[in-house]
C-alpha cells in the first residue's frame, strides 16, 4: 500500500490487517475482495487474513513507514479496524507510538467499533507509548533526522500533549440504524473528529449529531437551525463500488444531497467521495418514472466533476 486515490486522503498505511463484518456496511467490504485478490496475496500477511474472519495481522515491515514521508500527509490505515477485540494492545500502542512520534502527518483512525477506540484513547499515557517504542527504536532502523537516545524520547512522551494533535477519530455510519456510534466519538479525545457513511445504504439523518434542530417541522435544510455545537468536524459520504454495477447496493443522490445539505446547514466539513456503482437520482424521470439510473463516464463513479453540481463538494476540516 502506499499513495493513494482515495479523494480524501494521500496515503494508506496498513502496520495491522484483517477485519470481520458487524454490520451491513461490511457485507461487500472492498478491504475484503482487495486482501484476497492476487494483487496482495502475494503478501504474507493478506495470506493469513484473507478468510476476514476476524484474524489479525500484525505487520512489523509497515510500522515504520511514516517515518521515510519526508513531506506531511493525510494518511489512513486502511485494511483493518483498530477496535477489533483480537488486535492486541501492545501492538496498538506501537502504532499510536509511531503516530505520535512522525506528528507531522495526520492520522485518520476509522473504526466501526468507536466504542473501543474510545476506552483505548482514555486510558492511554506516555508511559505505554514509551514503552511501545522501545520496541522499534533503534537507530538502524529511524531515520537520522527524527534519531535520538532514549533518554530524550523519554522526555520527548513526558511533554507529549493529550489529545494528540494529529489523531483524527472517526465511525462508519451506513444507515440509521448504527447512527449512534457517533456518540462514541464525540466522547473520544480527539482534536478532529469525523464521520464516514460510506457505502451509503439509505437516507440516513445526522441533524442531532451536527447541532441541528430536529423538532421544527417547517425548518429543514432552510435558514441557520443550528441549536448546539457539532459533535464531529468532518462528514465524509459516497455510495459502495462493485466492479459490476449490479453488484453494488444503489445510492440514491437524494440521501448524498441530503448530507451535504445537512453538513451546510451545520457548518460542518463535507466531502463526497463518489456516487457509488449503482447511484440513482431521483430527479430523473423517463416515461413518467422516478428513480432512474444516473449515468457518468468514470467508471468507479469517483470524478468529482460528472458529479450533479450540488454534490461538487471536497472539503476537509481546518487541522
Known sequence: ???????????????????????????????????????????????????????IVFVPSQ??????WKKPQLVFPSMS??????VKQDELDQIFAVMSIASEHQFQILSKRPKAIKHYIKNLTSDRL?????HFWKEDKIPKRLWRPLPLLREYFDNLQ?????????????????ADR?????????????????PLLDRVDLRKYLGICVGCQTCEFRGDHRIGKPMVNWVICGGESAQKRNDARPCHLDWLRSIVQQCQMAGVAVSVKQLGSNPIDSRMYIDGVAMTSFQVKVKDHTDVNEFPEELKWRQHPVF
Not at 482515495?6 to 454490520?23: A, F, H, L, Q, R
Not at 493529550?162 to 448504527?178: H, R, Y
Request: glycine share 8%; net charge negative.
Open 1 to 55: 500500500m502506499g499513495k493513494t486515490n482515495i479523494s480524501w486522503t494521500d496515503y494508506t498505511w496498513n502496520p495491522i490487517v484483517g477485519c470481520e463484518g458487524i454490520s451491513p456496511g461490511c457485507d461487500n467490504c472492498y478491504a475484503k475482495m482487495l486482501a484476497q485478490s492476487p494483487r496482495l496475496q502475494q503478501f504474507v500477511q493478506y495470506q493469513e487474513a484473507k478468510e476476514w474472519d476476524g484474524t
Open 81 to 86: 479496524d483498530p477496535g477489533h477485540h483480537n
Open 182 to 198: 457517533i456518540l462514541d466519538v464525540r466522547d473520544t479525545a480527539a482534536h478532529i473528529r469525523f464521520i464516514s457513511c460510506e
Open 63 to 68: 510500522l515504520l513507514k511514516p517515518f521515510g
Open 162 to 178: 493529550f489529545p494528540i494533535k494529529n489523531l483524527w477519530i472517526g465511525t462508519s455510519v451506513e444507515n440509521q440504524d448504527v
Open 130 to 134: 514509551y514503552e511501545a517504542a522501545k
